[in-house]
T-cell receptor
Framework: DAGVIQSPRHEVTEMGQEVTLRCKPISGHDYLFWYRQTMMRGLELLIY????????DSGMPEDRFSAKMPNASFSTLKIQPSEPRDSAVYFCASSVGRAGNTEAFFGQGTRLTVV | EDQVTQSPEALRLQEGESSSLNCSYTVSGLRGLFWYRQDPGKGPEFLFTLYSAGEEKEKERLKATLTKKESFLHITAPKPEDSATYLC?????????????FGSGTRLSIRP
């Protein structure tokens, strides 16, 4: 398996623009997580899905952030409008939910810069 | 609320100098504790899962142990290639089961 695939790897956008980050989880994994990593706050959980259904979005910072998972092999994280403070590395991770072996596997991340 | 605290924030060792990293946690019921390694510019790489107090896992120069309140990552005779940030995370049986919460990490630097 190719692992969790994220795109793009780098994104530079102007304040006020819409940004869409994409993720393809590992095949067969039923959980998908979106994290944001900054020097100040470390790795923060934004939202996670189980079987394509959002379970907990309490980490989503504002209504400007939204996430979808239309099917088991694809998820998006959208920021509209983007602001400079959204600059961070965004990671997607996936895991299986059965007893044991619930560790999450991460993608390479998308480095977002909002200018 | 689930919490994870890692110490120290940064650790510099000489090659061959063994040491330990600490992860203290507070959860409503531990489902699993995870250790990850993260290299600059990359995503966290899974190392170990521990499920119950007393459990130990080993991989090359790394050994992870677990008690009811904390976990240790022991590094024996480290090499420069072990330099990375080591992250601890917990998953609980609480209301948001499967939610994985991370600590802030320990930046480990091994000098040749």
């Amino acid at each position: 398996d190719a692992g969790v695939i994220q795109s793009p790897r780098h994104e530079v956008t102007e304040m006020g623009q819409e940004v869409t980050l994409r993720c393809k989880p590992i095949s067969g994994h039923d959980y998908l997580f979106w994290y944001r990593q900054t020097m100040m706050r470390g790795l923060e959980l934004l939202i996670y899905f189980n079987n394509n259904v959002p379970i907990d979005d309490s980490g989503m910072p504002e209504d400007r952030f939204s996430a979808k998972m239309p099917n088991a092999s694809f998820s998006t994280l959208k920021i509209q409008p983007s602001e400079p403070r959204d600059s961070a590395v965004y990671f997607c991770a996936s895991s299986v939910g059965r007893a044991g072996n619930t560790e999450a596997f991460f993608g390479q991340g998308t480095r977002l810069t909002v200018v | 609320e689930d919490q994870v605290t890692q110490s120290p924030e940064a650790l510099r060792l000489q090659e061959g100098e063994s040491s330990s990293l600490n992860c203290s946690y507070t959860v409503s019921g531990l489902r699993g504790l995870f250790w990850y390694r993260q290299d600059p510019g990359k995503g966290p790489e899974f190392l170990f899962t521990l499920y119950s107090a007393g459990e130990e896992k080993e991989k090359e120069r790394l050994k992870a142990t677990l008690t009811k309140k904390e976990s240790f990552l022991h590094i024996t005779a480290p090499k420069p290639e072990d330099s990375a940030t080591y992250l601890c995370a917990v998953q609980s049986w609480g209301s948001s089961a499967s939610k994985i919460i991370f600590g802030s990490g320990t930046r480990l630097s091994i000098r040749p």
